[in-house]
C-alpha cells in the first residue's frame, strides 16, 4: 500500500514523524522507522526492521528482514545489511543506567556488505566494499575491500567492488573474475587501479 508519496510503506509499517525518506523507498511488514531518521532514494527496508532516532542510511542501501539499526550508525550508499544482523551503540550498558548522550557512532562506507546475524559492536569504520562474513562478530576497524569473518573477526582475505575474492600476484595485482577490473594491494591496503 502506497502512502500517497514518493515511496512505499506497508500498512503494518510505522514510520513516525520527522523522518526524511527519499524517492523509490521500500519500508515493508511490521518495521519501524523513528523519528529523525534519513533514508536516501531506492532504499528496500524488510521486514521487521527497526531503525533508531537519527540513523543516516545513503542512497540504493537494502536492508534485510530483522535487523537493527540502533541511533549513531551511518551507513553510505549501496551498503547491504544481511538478515538478523546487528548493530550496537553503548560499549558497557546496563539496564538502569541511561547513557542516552554517550552514544558511540559506527560508519558502514560505500558498498560494504554483512552478513546474516553479523554483530557490529559500536565505534568502528567498516570500510569500502568490505565483506563481513555471515555471524561475524566485529570489533575494530574493517579494512577497505576487506574479507572478514569469525568471533571476534579476523581478515582472510580482499574482495572486489563486486565481491568476488581477490588473489594477487607476485606484483600484488590482482583482476576481478567477473569485471575484469584491476586492484593492487600496497601497504596492506587495497585499491582499484
Same mark, same amino acid.
Given at each position: ?13 510505522? !514510520? ?10 521500500? !519500508? ?7 523519528? =529523525? ?13 527497526v531503525i533508531s532516532p ?10 534485510q528482514n530483522n535487523v ?19 548493530? &550496537? ?23 560494504? =556488505?554483512?552478513?546474516?546475524?553479523? &554483530? ?58 567477473? =569485471? ?14
Amino acid at each position: 500500500m502506497s502512502n500517497g508519496s514518493s515511496y512505499f510503506a506497508h500498512s503494518s509499517a510505522i !514510520i513516525d514523524d520527522g523522518c526524511e525518506i527519499g524517492e523509490g523507498v521500500k !519500508i515493508w511488514h511490521f518495521s519501524h522507522i523513528m523519528p =529523525s531518521c534519513v533514508i536516501g532514494n531506492h532504499c528496500n527496508i524488510g521486514q521487521n526492521v527497526v531503525i533508531s532516532p537519527g540513523v543516516v542510511l545513503g542512497k540504493n542501501v537494502k536492508v534485510q528482514n530483522n535487523v537493527s539499526i540502533y541511533t549513531g550508525v551511518e551507513c553510505e550508499d549501496d551498503v547491504f545489511l544481511g538478515p538478523s544482523m546487528v548493530f &550496537t551503540n553503548i560499549l558497557n550498558p546496563r539496564s538502569a543506567i541511561i547513557r542516552r548522550e554517550q552514544y558511540i557512532k559506527t560508519l558502514v562506507k560505500k558498498g560494504a =556488505s554483512i552478513g546474516a546475524n553479523a &554483530t557490529v559492536v559500536c565505534g568502528h569504520t567498516i570500510g569500502e566494499y568490505a565483506l563481513i562474513g555471515a555471524g561475524a562478530v566485529i570489533t575494530k576497524e574493517v579494512k577497505p575491500f576487506a574479507l572478514v569473518v569469525g568471533n571476534p573477526a579476523k581478515q582472510i582475505g580482499w574482495v572486489s567492488e563486486y565481491g568476488h575474492r581477490l588473489r594477487f600476484d607476485a606484483n600484488n595485482l590482482a583482476i576481478c573474475p567477473e =569485471s575484469m577490473e584491476q586492484y593492487v594491494l600496497e601497504k596492506d591496503r587495497v585499491k582499484k587501479i
